[in-house]
């Protein structure tokens, strides 16, 4: 039996499309992701026919053992002061050197003990590399390859399709597995079947062939995905510039009918966030309310608590931020805000604590860089510092309070997270400066939706950068010089529901991608398993 490969490509990846998409939902865009699985099932489909003989018409051959068909050369490194990388002597391969189909060439040696050449396949027989090929060339080969040399009866590039099923499920099977070994007696019984030359040369023809339309079909893929992240970034730009919410609404609307096609990749989805927390320090996810207590009101609030807690030295004063020039301010924002600075709305910054934590639970946790994940104060921590430190309680931290990450590498210094507990149990490690508000007038989960949104990241953290022993930082005083949109307190708080709301959405649609991708992988397994029976 034999199979037209080139129309079981177009043919499978139109039935896993319509399969996914009747068992998931997701609509058409989801054909990229089903693309990208299923190009390479198909490659490893293509192999497997290759070597089964049926993948061009031709006579029925029995499977043999490879060993009597090929010369088997075992590696053997030489002496390391004989190799150098001046070109002088014999080019010397190591599984290093390994390349796409044929070894580069970086290594020479004046002593090679172990010779493969042109004609030869090479194998890497140890290591991570294990089971993967090589076209060889004229060179020595260390101890980690072996030249697997044909007798007259056998094409080079025959036997090596050939071997690429055998070695394709032995590196699948040894990966997360010890450091595996290829004994020349492993390779002597591999099975292969060896057809007539002539049907040799059809093969190797075919499957030249086929894995030309693979790559052709994968090059299509990746371009596709790049214009339907593009396609996306600049249909969600129309949602952010949008006047208000009902021109926001409008926006959406136009955008909803193609909701099964654009959002169908994590990437699309997160990009949906991150308009979303755009749209909603910008003023126009939610209606304004003529009725609301203006924000300049809850902002003077703030002021004359924090010289009432310094007068009573409950907090200390710190240095005023810098006086806002309005051509600072990243956009406009609606009737009833103001632009504040973060140091001017913080009741207090404090940096965390540098004593040096312990293994243990009897203590106060300290909380570190790690715990701020995804807007978020993750709780769970294995370290403490003794109850009596006389940090306390000055750093304890309170529900509501927001942690600021002011060390970390380039792409994570600056991200926030609320800390919601009630019990007084724990602390924050000195990479983090805790933001604590006043909850009447700046609700918590506002300011971090404003300190997690591109606007922010993009003009206020990234600007303040420097770079410290190898990682990045935004100091204290940074943050404070911070500018943030101050709605009104109650427009604050139908924002973080509406914020909330829509972010769950998000997830949802983030598990039915995956469920998908399940779905899409088994079906492409089932394709290919009963095509190659």
Request: aromatic letters at 6%; one cysteine or more.
């Amino acid at each position: 039996m034999t199979v037209d490969i080139a129309s079981l490509v177009s043919d499978n990846l139109n039935i896993w499309t319509t399969a996914v998409e009747r068992k998931s939902g997701v609509g058409r865009g989801g054909r990229k992701g089903i693309k990208a699985y299923g190009i390479d099932s198909l490659r490893t489909l293509i192999l497997d026919l290759a070597a089964a003989g049926k993948l061009v018409p031709g006579e029925r051959v029995e499977l043999q053992r490879l060993g009597p068909q090929v010369d088997l050369v075992m590696g053997q490194a030489p002496p390391g002061n004989q190799c150098n990388t001046d070109g002088l002597g014999t080019v010397f391969v190591k599984t290093g050197e390994f390349g796409e189909r044929f070894p580069a060439v970086r290594e020479w040696t004046t002593k090679p003990l172990k010779f493969a050449k042109s004609g030869d396949v090479l194998i890497c027989v140890v290591g991570a590399t294990i089971g993967k090929l090589n076209l060889a060339i004229d060179c020595a080969i260390g101890r980690s390859v072996a030249a697997i040399r044909p007798k007259k009866n056998l094409r080079t590039e025959f036997l090596y399709y050939s071997l690429m099923p055998f070695t394709l499920r032995l590196r699948r099977d040894s990966r997360g597995s010890a450091q595996g070994v290829i004994g020349k007696a492993e390779l002597d019984s591999v099975p292969i079947r060896i057809p007539p030359l002539a049907e040799q040369q059809r093969i190797v023809a075919k499957v030249d062939e086929l894995m030309a339309l693979c790559d052709a079909l994968e090059a299509e893929s990746a371009a596709a995905m790049a214009a339907h992240q593009t396609l996306v970034e600049a249909l969600l730009a129309t949602l952010t510039a949008s006047t208000d919410a009902a021109d926001l609404a409008t926006n959406w609307a136009r955008l909803e009918a193609y909701f099964d096609t654009l959002f169908t990749t994590e990437a699309s989805v997160d990009a949906l966030k991150r308009t979303f927390l755009d749209l909603a320090v910008r003023g126009k996810l939610v209606e304004q309310n003529a009725g609301d207590e203006p924000a300049k009101t809850a902002f003077n609030r703030i002021i004359a608590l924090k010289k009432k807690l310094i007068s009573e030295k409950k907090i200390r004063k710190d240095k005023p931020p810098s006086v806002i020039d309005e051509l600072d301010l990243p956009f406009p924002v609606p009737v009833g805000w103001i632009w504040c600075r973060i140091g001017e709305v913080a009741l207090s910054t404090e940096y965390g604590t540098s004593r040096k934590a312990f293994s243990g639970q009897d203590g106060i946790a300290i909380l570190a860089m790690g715990n701020i994940q995804n807007g978020t104060v993750n709780l769970e921590s294995d370290k403490v510092i003794p109850r009596d430190s006389d940090e306390f309680p000055e750093l304890l931290l309170r529900n509501g309070d927001i942690l600021y990450n002011r060390t970390n590498s380039y792409e994570l210094v600056g991200k926030t997270g609320i800390f919601r507990h009630q019990a007084p149990d724990y602390s924050f490690a000195s990479y983090l400066i805790r933001i604590r508000l006043d909850e009447r007038s700046l609700e918590p989960e506002f300011l971090n939706i404003a300190m997690n949104t591109p606007y922010f990241r993009q003009t206020q953290v990234v600007p303040r950068i420097t770079k410290q022993t190898g990682q990045a930082n935004v100091s204290g005083g940074a943050m404070r010089n911070m500018l943030v949109p101050f709605p009104p307190i109650a427009e604050q708080q139908r924002i973080v529901v509406k914020v909330n709301e829509l972010m769950a959405l998000c997830d949802e649609l983030k598990v039915r991608l995956a469920e998908a991708g399940v779905t899409q992988k088994q079906l492409a397994d089932i394709t290919v398993e009963r095509a190659a029976a």
